[in-house]
Structure formats: C-alpha cells, structure tokens
C-alpha cells in the first residue's frame, strides 16, 4: 500500500470557538481584559486598559464578543466600537482583541465574526492601533488584510504606536456590481 503524505495541520485551528455577545462590564469579559492587561503590560509596559471605557460602547453602535471552547471554557475576546475621531465617516475602532495561550485559530473567529458585525452595524472600515514591539499581532493584522494607517487620536506623535487599517467589503448587489467604501 503506498504511503500517504503526512498532513501539515499548522492552519486548522484546534479550537472552534463559541462566539458570544456580552457586556463589556460581564464578568467573563472583565476577567479575559484583566488577562490582556497583563499580557500587554508584560510586553510592553502598558497595559492598554486607559484607552477602553465600558461608556465608549453604545448600544447598536458597538459590540463585545467573548470566545469559548465548546466546555465553555474562556479562549478570548474583542470588541468593535465608533471611532470618533474618524468624524463622519463609518469607521469603527476595534479594540481588546485577546486569545488565551496555547489556543489556536480563536483570534482569527472572533476577528471575521467582528468584522461581520461591524459592517452589519453600517460600518464601512476598521481601524485598531498596537504597539510597535508586538509582532505578533502586526503579523496577525496584516495576514488578515490590515494595512499601516496614519496614527490617529490619542495615538498621533506616538513612535511606540502602529495604526492599521482595513475597509469592509459591501457584499456585492444584486446588479453584480460591487460596491467600494470610502473611508479615507
């Protein structure tokens, strides 16, 4: 019988999360941004948890999704909120982005399920902003289409910050035109 070629597994996640909305003040979301917290303080000696306030989340604006293992345990979270420093444009800002070591293909469900819900809510482009020494996350946006962005907001002036952008694809009508968003 001939052998079978071994199977390269390095991009099918070993976890397929339950994505669910909660309170950006529920206790699981709480916990998982105390978590993040830690983790960006480690890294890079600010936790980041300035830049996010529960009051920065409208209803119908704005949305916090939590990703659990099928036993219902914590894998991550992120949230997508208006961006007010994009003035008329419909720009969310997306923020808290967050999956739990040793998970795999959670940040990437919860990032297309923010996505979906960002251009559900009439959004047309995300923008976000990392540090300069988190590679891994520059190397997870950009994988995911994200492009270098001017820094905005808080973030202008700042050498240590990195603003990626990506406009949101309108599904394309009925006409089989596709419709392009203006976001700049």
């Not at 529960?54 to 991550?76: E, H, K, N, Q, W």
């Not at 992120?78 to 070591?101: D, I, T, Y």
């Not at 700042?158 to 394309?172: E, I, N, S, T």
Request: aromatic share 6%; with cysteine; hydrophobic share 40%.
């Amino acid at each position: 019988m001939p052998q079978m070629p071994a199977i390269d597994h390095a991009d099918v996640p070993t976890d397929r999360p339950l994505l669910e909305p909660v309170p950006v003040t529920h206790p699981d979301a709480v916990l998982l941004m105390h978590q993040l917290n830690q983790r960006l303080a480690s890294l890079s000696g600010d936790s980041g948890a300035g830049g996010f306030e529960a009051a920065s989340m409208p209803a119908g604006r704005s949305v916090f999704l939590v990703a659990r293992s099928g036993d219902g345990a914590l894998l991550g979270c992120g949230a997508v909120r208006p961006l007010a420093q994009a003035g008329a444009a419909p720009v969310a800002e997306l923020k808290r982005m967050f999956a739990r070591e040793g998970t795999r293909g959670v940040g990437a469900a919860l990032l297309i399920a923010l996505e979906r819900d960002a251009l559900a809510m009439g959004y047309r482009a995300l923008w976000l902003e990392t540090r300069r020494v988190n590679d891994r996350a520059l190397r997870f946006y950009r994988r995911h289409g994200y492009s270098e962005i001017p820094n905005y907001g808080s973030y202008v002036g700042r050498q240590d910050a990195v603003c990626l952008g990506k406009p949101l694809r309108v599904a394309a009508s009925s006409d089989n035109q596709r419709k392009e968003p203006s976001w700049t």
